[in-house]
T-cell receptor, first 113, second 113 residues
Framework: KNQVEQSPQSLIILEGKNCTLQ??????????LRWYKQDTGRGPVSLTI?????NTKSNGRYTATLDADTKQSSLHITASQLSDSASYIC????????????FGTGTRLLVSP | NAGVTQTPKFRVLKTGQSMTLLCAQD?????MYWYRQDPGMGLRLIHY???????AKGEVPDGYNVSRLKKQNFLLGLESAAPSQTSVYFC????????????FGPGTRLTVL
């Protein structure tokens, strides 16, 4: 079954600290993997997109890694800010005709002052 | 550019009532999508469109209809609302295939009593 699992479900960290969010997937065939940030009451916003051949991609303080062999990805947030409080969603695209997207349920991050 | 906009932002319906959610994008994207987001679940695709005048079913199409009469607009209709359709609805659009980055609207929170 094509699934995307994220851990932890929720996380609280102090402002200025780093954190890492995990994503494991069983989606096949694989096309790309994306991380989205979703603020409360807003739509998801893309942070990174990685294809099979890419194993790391950065967007400011956000760095995503991909291990296509173990089907794992992580999102590392450096020097967290209060504005990083949001849900982070891992999404895997299937390399099929329509290229279906399989969404994880997200990790809810709270950055505390 | 406004990006992807959705109207209304909130709506409360009684069981059996009908309504239409409107999505508009000003990025000249070919692909448009309707998703629903429920607690504890990843976003699920309801219907999508690969171009003006075309629509197709996603994962959870039952109880919904869509139309794409103009390239920039994608309408989602509920003919006879049911409590199970209480959800947050997101519209998205992308350039080219859906493997490319999808841009999401702010969402519509719908409650069916």
């Amino acid at each position: 079954k094509n699934q995307v699992e994220q851990s932890p479900q929720s996380l609280i960290i102090l402002e200025g600290k780093n954190c890492t969010l995990q994503c494991n997937y069983t989606v096949s065939p694989f096309s790309n993997l994306r991380w989205y940030k979703q603020d409360t009451g807003r739509g998801p916003v893309s942070l990174t997109i990685m294809t099979f051949s890419e194993n790391t991609k950065s967007n400011g303080r956000y760095t995503a890694t991909l291990d296509a062999d173990t089907k794992q990805s992580s999102l590392h947030i450096t020097a967290s800010q209060l504005s990083d409080s949001a849900s982070y969603i891992c999404v895997v695209t299937m390399n099929t005709g329509f290229q279906k997207l399989v969404f994880g349920t997200g990790t809810r991050l709270l950055v505390s002052p | 550019n406004a990006g992807v906009t959705q109207t209304p932002k909130f709506r409360v319906l009684k069981t059996g009532q009908s309504m239409t959610l409107l999505c508009a994008q000003d990025m000249n994207h070919e692909y448009m999508y309707w998703y629903r987001q429920d607690p504890g679940m990843g976003l699920r695709l309801i219907h999508y469109s690969v171009g003006e005048g075309t629509t197709a079913k996603g994962e959870v199409p039952d109880g919904y209809n869509v139309s794409r009469l103009k390239k920039q607009n994608f309408l989602l209709g509920l003919e006879s609302a049911a409590p199970s359709q209480t959800s947050v609805y997101f519209c998205a659009s992308s350039y080219g295939t859906n493997a490319n980055e999808q841009f999401f609207g702010p969402g519509t929170r719908l409650t069916v009593l």
